[in-house]
Structures are given as C-alpha cells and as structure tokens.
C-alpha cells in the first residue's frame, strides 16, 4: 500500500461514514452506490460460494470523476454486504481512473484484470495521442483484500492500427489456455474486438482481430463473447453506431452479435440484436455461475441528454438486478434471475376484461398473462402501436421522453417497479426495456387496457450490510 492508496482510503471512509440526506428515491432492491456515482458493473463472478460484483465507483462526485472498483458480495443475490474499496487509481499506470474489466478465479485467487488510464498533460486530442489504456492485472488471495497488481500491456504493445483507446479486458480460460477481448477504436474511426492469447495469464499475444464488414461505430465497449448452448455471442456497446430505429434511440446502443466460426482465426459476425430499449441500459457483463449465465448492466447511459436529479442529494445511478440470459431460437432472452422471487410478498391475484385499475405498492412486481393492449403508471404508459411497444415517460422523467421496441403482442408483461427505477420484461424475456424514473412519492395505481390475468407482489428491500 502506497502513500496515495492510504489517502484515498480514509477520504473514501470518511464520504461514506457521512452518508446521505434521507432521500426517498434511493432504491431498495438495484444495487447504487453508497455515495457518489456508479456505472459499470465489473469484475462479475462466484468464487467461493460467494457472488462478487464491483463497479465503477466515484465516491466524491456525484457526477463523476476519478473512478475506482467499489465492491458488494452476496450468498444469494437477497443479502449482501457492501466491501470496502477494491481497486483505487494509486499507480502510475492507472492515476486517473481504474477502469473496467473482468474476474478469471482460479483456486489459488481472484484475478481481476482492468484498464488502467491516463491522461497526458499537453496539445492532445486523447484519441490518437495523450491517452494511456493500459492493461492491468490485480491478484486477491481471498475476494476481499489487495495481494498486488502488475502492469501487463501498455499501448505500444497493442496492435498496429488502433488508436489509443483499447479498454475493457474479458478474461476466460478454455481448452487449457486463457483468452482476452478488449474493444478498440481504429485509426479509420471504426469499432473491433481485439483478441489476445496467454499461457501464463501473465504475458498475452495478438492472435485476432474482428471486425464487421462495414464499420458499426466507432468504439467497442465492454466486449463480452461466450458461448450459450453451442452458440457464441459478441455482447458490447458501440459507440457511434447510426441513430436511428428501435434499440437505437439512445446516444449509444448495446447489444450483440452472433458469432461464427472460430473467435480465435476465422470467424463472421451476424446481424446486431439489441438488449435493451429503453433509456437506462449500457455496459453490461455476463458470467457464468451455478450451470446458467447471469448478465448485470449499468441502468444509466453515458452522455445522454437526460439527467437524475439524485446527483443533488449527492448519488447517482444503480445496477439492473441480475438477468438469467438463454438462448432460444437462436436469439438472447433475459429473465430477473429466480432468486429475486425470494422478495416477494403479499401476493394478489386480479382478472380483466376490457379496463382495469390496480393498487400497487412503491416498490412492487407485477406479473401479467393474456392480451396486454395498454398500461399506465404514475408518470410511465406502455402501448401497442403499428407493431411497436412504445414506453413513454410522462411525469418525472428529467428529459426523458418516449422509446420503441419492435413487439407484435404483448402476450406476457413482468414489470420490476422500484421507488425510481423500472425493468421491463416483455414475453417471457424476449424484449426488454429499462428506464429510471421518478414519480411522486406515495401510493401507485397501474391502469391496464386488454384481458388477462395480473398477478401484483410487494417486493422487500435487499438485505445490506454495511
């Protein structure tokens, strides 16, 4: 531990023991950050009988700044302690920002691979020149504590024909090797997936490059490729792909590719799926635990031209709640993990035809079969029309306005309603939208237009330790 990290140390002790003014907006079953801001979710894994998720952490800024790894563990996905710091930016090679990255276990640890960056003082447009993204490597003996850290790959050793700008390390081992994706931004200005090679998870050769045949933005983040029942796929968000159409009415979008042949040598990607249509979604990693792929995203969007009014009450942001991925017919489906069941509470069952009215609590789950033609909540409407499921945000929503999924009928609706945060989930996991919202405190009502059955659950808040 080095002069800077015992600083940074007891500054981050001294924010979080202060706290926050009581605000009812913060969230009581999506992870956020104690104070300050949040984004990425990093370094996913189970080790030890324990899930781990650390994010992108700026404990002094509610609106940003220097970024570090914040750390939750749970048991089970319901009780969860909130760790101390894992990752601060002490090194020279990652003073300005411990950027994202990815978790390979192995018995002996926790490796924890991330970006380390920097930037240069000086003329630059931090493109081409004046950017460090390094490749670091973080061990940990037991999930909890710092052992070490190593720089691995600095921008001299990428290949040529990038820019500075390669970051975000998924890190796997198979067929008794380890392999790394990082995205990159070319010097033509187009997004590719850089693939590399160890046998030591130490020392790491360029064995791919993949791009598609025509560019597709600009910038790949946060990569993510596996394989779901003998199917790979390529999950990232480009930046700079064309705004236009459901999936891509955000600043950014984030999706997947399927992927052909070989990632190591030969390989095609297919056509780009979004995962998410609504406003609140981006960067988001999988892993794999207990037989099933689990996916976390980060429920905010970088640059966009909506805001939060919780950055005045000093926090801002939270993560999804963990996603079941499948692969059926080929394409992602993704379902609130079952464990969130445990949550529930009070169930009550109710069956329309035609109009309908139901009282829900603030933070509730409610689970619809049948013929869904409109929904309505306090700030928020769902409703078919011209083949598309349009979300519109009416009240509370800070600049937020209307977003599209393509969506024949609504054939099945689970809804995960938070005090300022919503996750859509649209037949069975098929198409879903995110949104974070902030409607008036009190008691909500969901109109609903079609005929069906609804099922309502009060959700109980996550057990945090702190």
Known sequence: ?????????????????????????????????????????????????????????????????????????????????????????????????????????????????????????????????????????????????????????????YPAGVTCHVRDPKVWKQDGRYYMVQGARMQDDAGALLVFESENRLDWKHINTIQTAEPFGYMWECPDLFELDGRWFLLLSPQGAPRSGPGFENVYACGYFPLEGDFRGACTLGTFVPLDYGFDFYAPQTFHADGRRLLVGWQGMPDADYTNPTAEAGWQHCLTVPREITCENGRLYQRPARELEGLREGAQEYRFDGAAEIELEQSSELFITGNVQALTLPGLALRRESGMLKLEITEGGYGRTCRTAPVESVRQLQILMDTSAAEIFVNGGETVLSTRWYPADGTRRAALQGSGTATVYGLRPLEITR
């Not at 990093?42 to 002094?60: D, I, K, M, S, T």
């Not at 990815?102 to 931090?126: F, I, P, Q, R, W």
Request: aromatic content about 14%.
């Open 1 to 157: 531990m080095n002069a800077l990290q015992k600083d940074l140390k007891k500054l981050t002790a001294l924010v979080e023991q202060a706290g926050l003014p009581e605000d009812s907006r913060r969230l009581r079953f999506h992870l956020m950050p104690p104070v300050g801001w949040l984004n990425d979710p990093n370094g996913l894994c189970r080790f030890r009988g324990e899930y781990h998720v650390f994010y992108q952490y700026a404990p002094f800024d509610a609106e940003g700044g220097i970024k570090f790894w914040g750390h939750y563990k749970s048991p089970d996905l319901l009780r969860w302690v909130q760790c101390p710091v894992m990752l601060y930016s002490d090194q020279p090679y990652d003073v300005h920002g411990v950027y994202s990255g990815s978790a390979l276990c192995e018995e002996d640890g926790m490796y924890l691979y991330y970006t380390g960056n920097v930037k240069y003082m000086g003329g630059h447009d931090y493109i081409r020149t004046g950017r460090g993204h390094n490749t670091v490597l973080a061990y940990s003996p037991d999930g909890m504590t710092l052992g070490w850290k190593r720089l691995l790959m600095e921008n001299k050793d």
